[in-house]
């Protein structure tokens, strides 16, 4: 009877134990908006405005292998998924869901924000054999496959967020390279606009200088002829009369 009474408190205590660690996880989810439940590195200001931000936001969650679920400037809220393979198991793959936000804070300057979260998936095949005698297997005869969900959560890494910050601030450096080349391009094409330009004009110029000179010339010429055709009539005429 004490035995059995021993065995009865014991059963009770660890009930009590499972009773409190079962409230004390479900009422986790209270700390959400503790300050150490909070996300680290997951913010960077950048020096451009919200337009640009937002496409090169575009352009590293597509160069990382994600693919863009919706993008809506107005908002500025950027939602990217990815099935990534573990490199080391093959039965592991991770599926991350990452959303970016990006603000404007002056018309120069933006604030993004990331956050993401992870399942962790395992891929497993369970195959079915033929057994001798009920014992042995001997001939495969089907496969099943199973998916289980090991792990999820929020990425709190930091390095997660550093990294695709990187990447932002690698890509915000080829804009800015991109734009001045452009920049330097416009400007020596407008100088050779420019240049080409005044030597039509000059040359024009000199056509018209030289085609008035030859028009001049010509003028003066028939003037010359024709006050020289006047001179050989009159002399004509004077010679008939002396004759006479």
Excluded at 30 to 39: I, M, N, P, V
Excluded at 77 to 85: H, S
Excluded at 184 to 199: T, V
Aim: contains cysteine; charged residues 25%.
């Amino acid at each position: 009877m004490k035995k059995h009474w021993k065995s009865l408190m014991m059963l009770v205590s660890l009930v009590a134990v499972f009773a409190t660690i079962g409230c004390a996880s479900h009422n986790a989810y209270q700390k959400a908006f503790d300050s150490q439940s909070a996300l680290t590195h997951n913010q960077r200001t950048f020096a451009q405005p919200p337009e640009v931000i937002f496409k090169i936001v575009k352009q590293v969650f597509i160069q990382q292998g994600f693919t863009v679920e919706s993008a809506d400037l107005r908002s500025g809220i950027v939602k990217a998924v990815r099935n990534m393979q573990d490199k080391e198991d093959s039965e592991i793959s991770y599926n991350i869901h990452a959303s970016a936000d990006i603000s404007e804070i002056t018309g120069s300057e933006t604030n993004v924000s990331l956050a993401a979260s992870q399942q962790t998936i395992l891929h497993r095949a369970t195959y079915t054999w033929w057994h001798l005698f009920w014992i042995i297997p001997i001939i495969p005869t089907g496969t099943e496959y199973q998916t289980l969900v090991t792990k999820e959560g929020n990425i709190t890494d930091p390095g997660f967020y550093t990294d695709f910050f990187n990447s932002c601030n690698i890509a915000v450096t080829k804009y800015e390279q991109a734009v001045k080349a452009a920049a330097i391009k416009a400007a020596e094409k407008a100088a050779e606009e420019k240049k080409a330009a005044k030597i039509k004009a000059d040359a024009e110029a000199k056509a018209a200088f030289e085609k008035a000179e030859a028009e001049a010339a010509a003028k003066k010429a028939e003037e010359e002829k024709i006050s020289a055709e006047k001179g050989n009539v009159g002399v004509s005429t004077g010679e008939t009369g002396t004759l006479k």
